[in-house]
């Protein structure tokens, strides 16, 4: 959120950036759900096309959301945490989720940026 969400929102709300701690290592650190920055990208996708009510389409969102979810896994490898997690800590790996931070930031800017 923080990666991106300044850049895309005109205001982004500090709870906002609460929203999503919670999510980081895979959902409070048990790297057993979806990726922390992943799930931003999807929350931030929601921010900008999503609904507000249960009368407006919620196509443009889905469909961005899935495009972001294929991109995303195609090249990183995996949407959860502990797939990607591994490879980063593995020997000779980064050694910190910053990397899969800024691919997840570029991934979403460059769908945004085709939108």
């Known amino acids: ?31 057993q759900e ?9 929350m931030l996708i929601g921010a900008l096309y999503g609904r507000n009510s249960l009368d407006d389409d919620d196509l443009p969102s889905q469909r961005l959301a899935t495009r972001y979810r294929e991109r995303f896994a195609a090249e990183l490898g995996a949407t959860r945490c502990g797939p990607l997690y591994e490879r980063i800590h593995a020997p000779g790996g980064p050694g910190s989720c ?4 800024e691919r997840a930031a570029r991934i979403l800017l460059g769908l945004l940026a085709e939108e």
């Open 1 to 31: 959120m923080l990666a991106v969400g300044g850049h895309v929102l005109d205001d982004l709300d500090p709870r906002f950036v609460r929203m999503t701690t919670g999510f980081a290592g895979g959902v409070g650190e048990s790297k």
């Open 98 to 101: 910053s990397v899969v931070v």
């Open 34 to 42: 979806m990726c922390g920055a992943f799930s931003a990208g999807v």
